[in-house]
């Protein structure tokens, strides 16, 4: 029999009047991965949070091992055994890995042996079978290598529980795979794992229990065998009416965007596009499909302004604007979801009001002569936030504030909102609840009724297959091809995403 290493009882946070958890129990056993399943906004992080000493309940207990504890500072919680993978890491990229692991070391204790710690950080590598050189500075690490340092340094000091706060958001299809390796391992030695997941098919494989929060209140834990994905999307969603993805038929003749032979450098002097050419039609969504970091970002920013290509054409309605600026009149129709909405997205110290009409607080719509209308701000607000179910604590709050997926929605709404010529989405539902996702991607097929035409770059094999006209696939920077989504096959698609022809 394992046993309860951590139990919640009755945690309460509110911030400025607003309720994040309320009354929220649980109980974590050692050996169990557990997931925390909940709608954008429903508390989870804030619930973490709590755990790893970063905010302090405002009632409530928690107990380890039985025993009543005061968690009052990160530092207790590793103290308790309680360490988390942030969803942005805290690594220091131009030292070296175990420099970065020294580092974590020396923040709670001064005397370090670096001898030992080297060989124990070896004996972990061997053991979790983990493919990284220490001595190499953490900028040269993919994605997935930052994860796995983040997880070492919780193995180095022997955390018992474990917490991954949406670890695979981040992550390509294949590094996912190796963490969910990784977590079984390591529940195997008994650790306890909290993990924290908007996608669905995940949620339904690696978890032995699934609580749901709602609305900052836990509704129920259910353990495996209890749940499908079906139950578990009806227990979490707080609007029940499930959309059904209306898609019409259409045919395309008119070319609104044509892309040819663009080439584009990086900072370090690598080729982010490589000849790379593509056509998008009026009213189409090209679906673009690829291993993260095959130079989707850089498509995006040539697009939009943000970077200027070394040769190569971009017409818009038979309009060259290669070298325009964000200003001009067609840069300006081209909308943006961008990848990093943390720092691209926002304005952080922003109201969410605010943040609404970055892209258009001159026009007409918000202002009264040359002053903001104060009126016509909180009444496009209100009708975003009702329309995205944007849910975001007090009124005024600064948008960094807001919950991940909020964010995310509060991007989307403002993109959305001016009728795009053309919409470029880089990972548009990455962070979403199932519910919010399924939403963006009706609004996308609604502007496409209208004409408006999408470029979305996704991971996701489901995603580009439920709403693409065509699928192009991206490999070194270049455009592989073309798909049909009725007749392309993952397996094809897999294949072209991998370089293979
Ligand atoms: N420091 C803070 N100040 C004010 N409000 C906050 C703060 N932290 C969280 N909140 C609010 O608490 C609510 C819950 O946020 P939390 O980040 O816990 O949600 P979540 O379940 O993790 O959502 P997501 O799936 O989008 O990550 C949100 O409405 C958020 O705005
Ligand atoms: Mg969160």
Not at 140 to 146: A, H, N, R
Not at 427 to 447: C, F, K, M, N, W
Request: with cysteine; glycine share 6%; aromatic share 6%.
């Amino acid at each position: 029999m394992s046993s309860c290493i951590l139990k919640i009882e009755n945690i309460t946070k509110s911030f400025a009047g607003f309720i994040a958890n309320k009354n929220v129990n649980l109980e974590i056993f050692e050996g169990e991965i557990h997931t925390i399943l909940g709608e954008n906004g429903a508390g989870k992080s804030t619930l973490m949070n709590i755990l790893t000493g970063l905010y302090r309940p405002d009632s409530g207990n928690i107990y380890i091992n039985g025993t009543r504890v005061n968690i009052k500072s990160p530092k207790d919680a590793l103290n308790y055994k309680i360490g988390m993978v942030h969803q942005h890491f805290m690594l220091v990229n131009n030292i070296s890995v175990f420099e970065n692991l020294l580092l974590s070391m020396k923040l709670d204790s001064f005397v370090i042996n670096e001898r030992k710690l080297k060989s124990k950080v070896k004996e972990i590598l061997r053991e979790f079978e983990l493919d990284i050189d220490i001595e190499m500075p953490v900028w040269k690490l993919s994605i997935g290598q930052q994860q796995w340092v983040e997880l070492i340094k919780l193995l180095i000091r022997d955390s018992k529980i474990l917490i991954l706060d949406e670890p695979t958001a981040v992550l390509t299809p294949q590094e996912s795979e190796f963490l969910f390796t990784f977590l079984t391992k390591l529940k195997s030695q008994n650790k306890a794992i909290i993990f924290i997941s908007h996608k669905m098919k995940e949620v339904m494989t690696l978890s032995d229990k699934v609580t749901i929060l709602k609305k900052g209140e836990t509704v129920k834990t259910l353990n495996r065998g209890e749940f499908d994905e079906q139950l578990l999307a009806e227990l979490m969603i707080s609007n029940k009416e499930h959309l059904k993805l209306e898609k019409s038929a259409k045919v395309f003749s008119k070319q609104i965007l044509k892309i040819k032979n663009l080439n584009v450098k990086n900072d370090k002097g690598l080729s982010d596009l490589s000849d790379f050419s593509l056509e998008l039609f009026e009213g189409e969504i090209l679906g673009i499909a690829g291993i993260t970091g095959n130079g989707q970002k850089a498509l995006a920013e040539v697009l939009t302004g943000l970077k200027k290509p070394l040769s190569g054409q971009i017409i818009v309605n038979d309009q060259d604007i290669t070298y325009s600026t964000s200003k001009s009149k067609y840069i300006s129709g081209i909308a943006h979801i961008p990848e990093d909405r943390k720092t691209m997205g926002i304005a952080p110290d922003l109201s969410v009001d605010e943040n609404l009409i970055l892209k258009n607080y001159s026009s007409d719509k918000f202002t009264n002569f040359f002053f903001l209308n104060k009126e016509k701000i909180k009444q496009n607000a209100r009708e975003q936030i009702e329309k995205y179910s944007i849910k975001m604590g007090y009124d005024g709050i600064p948008v960094r504030l807001l919950s991940g997926g909020n964010i995310q929605k509060v991007i989307i709404a403002r993109e959305l909102s001016e009728n795009p010529l053309i919409l470029v989405a880089l990972y548009p539902t990455r962070g979403l609840d199932v519910g919010s996702a399924e939403y963006v991607h009706q609004v996308i097929l609604d502007s496409r009724e209208k004409g408006m035409s999408t470029i979305l770059i996704s991971e996701d094999l489901d995603e580009l297959l439920k709403i693409s006209d065509r699928i192009a696939v991206m490999f070194r920077g270049k455009n592989m091809g073309y798909l049909s989504p009725e007749s392309a096959t993952k397996t094809e698609i897999g294949l072209l995403m991998s370089g293979k022809k």
